[in-house]
């Protein structure tokens, strides 16, 4: 079994574990430490400083390293700044298969998924199939009413896959089953799905399509992400496309 972490991050951040920044180095040794093959990785910078300066830094200290991909943060773009498009196009061009949105935090680049001002950004992304990791930065647990935003985007763009990857989920579970029910583009990284039989049930009622095997390194190690999909009852084939067969699928779309 091969894994693929969709949620890595690596540079300088507010509150660093243990004191320290993880490098590039550090992330390849916890995942050789997890037997985890690939990650999807982001700038601290990026989300908490400049998008743009954290981007590109982030091209810079990947180069040459085949293991781990790049997901560029993006934001509403100020005035004088490179549009949604510019950009995009830009990280396609560098081998940028991922975006990322924080939103909800006082750190965070957005304060609420709004259509009205967020509306070309979607349309630009749906229409590259480019999927959307989205995080409720600040270590907090996922509120209702940020849920409620990612069910109208779900059903505004159903192209657009869409990945959560919140710190902590145990409120508001109906609300998600509801989204898993009803949209097919509604994933779960599962960083945050520990509980026993979270997965199986996840998996019997919604399909193992929803799932994403993420880590949230470096707040977490991949430990807890690895066992609770080892030890899960599910098939070798459900446990694969968790591991890394679901995003492989979503990044083969892009265009």
Same mark, same amino acid.
């Given at each position: ?21 993880? @490098?590039? &180095?550090?992330? /390849? $040794? %916890?995942?050789?430490?997890? *037997? ?5 990785? #982001?700038? !601290? ?37 490179? @549009?949604? &498009?510019?950009? /995009? $196009? %830009?990280?396609?061009?560098? *081998? ?5 949105? #924080?939103? !909800? ?37 996922? @509120? ?58 996840? @998996? ?52």
């Amino acid at each position: 079994m091969r894994f693929f972490d969709v949620n890595a991050m690596i540079g300088a951040q507010f509150a660093p574990r243990e004191g320290c920044f993880a @490098t590039v &180095a550090d992330c /390849l $040794e %916890e995942m050789d430490h997890f *037997g985890i093959d690939e990650a999807m990785v #982001f700038h !601290g910078l990026a989300s908490e400083y400049d998008t743009r300066y954290g981007n590109h830094l982030l091209l810079d200290l990947l180069r040459g390293h085949e293991r781990l991909h790049p997901c560029w943060v993006l934001a509403y773009p100020q005035f004088g700044l490179p @549009t949604f &498009a510019e950009d /995009l $196009e %830009e990280g396609l061009q560098h *081998g940028v298969r991922m975006v990322r949105l #924080f939103w !909800g935090d006082p750190l965070s680049n957005l304060s609420v998924l709004d259509l009205d001002l967020l509306g070309g950004l979607f349309t630009l992304l749906a229409s590259r199939h480019v999927p959307v990791l989205l995080t409720n930065a600040g270590m907090t647990e996922i @509120t209702g009413n940020q849920l409620v935003q990612i069910k109208s985007v779900c059903k505004a763009f159903p192209e657009l896959p869409l990945i959560l990857a919140s710190p902590k989920l145990h409120q508001d579970f109906a609300l998600i089953y509801y989204m898993l029910e009803q949209y097919g583009n509604f994933h779960l990284d599962t960083s945050s799905i520990h509980p026993t039989g979270a997965l199986e049930e996840i @998996t019997r009622r919604f399909g193992v399509q929803h799932l994403i095997f993420g880590t949230n390194y470096p707040w977490c190690g991949g430990g807890q992400s690895r066992i609770a999909l080892a030890y899960a009852d599910l098939t070798d084939t459900e446990k694969d496309a968790i591991a890394s067969g679901n995003l492989r699928r979503l990044l083969e779309k892009v265009q």
